[in-house]
T-cell receptor, first 109, second 116 residues
């Protein structure tokens, strides 16, 4: 029951905004967001907890709709360094953490 | 420096030859996990461990074994590797948050495995 991410890929110019969506069919404790650059390990961006608490990156925001089991990651005023693949991950109380298939983001000058 | 280390980073082996990929973390994390990453499939969890001597299957455990004898180490064992286990493998560790959920997962640098 891998979460679904959309879009699969997005191309932006520097300074443009993007939204990446993640949805799950299961009730969740939290949603995690990670970014992976080519050839590197995933790096933590943000955790959104049931109940509204958020932990993570200062310049990236996200939302978590508990009723719909959906999360969105908002990238504003994108920079070249934002390029990479973004993964959401769903946490069922520490058991069987599941990543989505990823969204490839390319930011062009 | 807080880190997760994996060894080896690259490995070429032949079908059926047992191998072990080591993973170690220095953050005193309770939770450790192994993932494999294949093009178009994202990161899939193989096994995870919520503490010493406690391990459980993830989504793709077939063909793999793990053990957690010490808190810092979580080796991945391929008893009889096959070509379909050619992949990029990541180890990760995390503390458990207040309550029951995972905190930030810290990933090792990855091990690229080719099984001929």
């Amino acid at each position: 029951q891998q979460p679904v991410q959309s879009p699969q890929a997005v191309i932006l110019r520097e300074g443009e905004d993007a939204v990446i969506n993640c949805s799950s069919s299961k009730a969740l404790y939290s949603v995690h967001w990670y970014r992976q650059k080519h050839g590197e390990a995933p790096v933590f961006l943000m955790i959104l907890l049931k109940g509204g608490e958020q932990k993570g990156h200062e310049k990236i925001s996200a939302s978590f709709n508990e009723k719909k089991q959906q999360s969105s990651l908002y990238l504003t005023a994108s920079q070249l360094s934002y390029s990479g693949t973004y993964f959401c991950g769903t946490d069922l109380y520490g058991q069987n953490f599941v990543f989505g298939p990823g969204t490839r983001l390319s930011v062009l000058p | 420096e807080a880190q997760v280390t994996q060894n080896p980073r690259y490995l070429i082996t032949v079908t059926g030859k047992k191998l072990t990929v080591t993973c170690s973390q220095n953050m005193n994390h309770e939770y450790m996990s192994w993932y494999r990453q294949d093009p178009g499939l994202g990161l899939r969890q193989i096994y995870y461990s919520m503490n010493v001597e406690v391990t459980d299957k993830g989504d793709v455990p077939e063909g793999y074994k793990v053990s957690r004898k010490e808190k810092r180490n979580f080796p991945l064992i391929l008893e009889s590797p096959s070509p379909n286990q050619t992949s990029l493998y990541f180890c990760a560790s995390s503390s458990m948050g207040t309550g029951v959920g995972l905190e930030t997962q810290y990933f090792g640098p990855g091990t690229r495995l080719l099984v001929l």
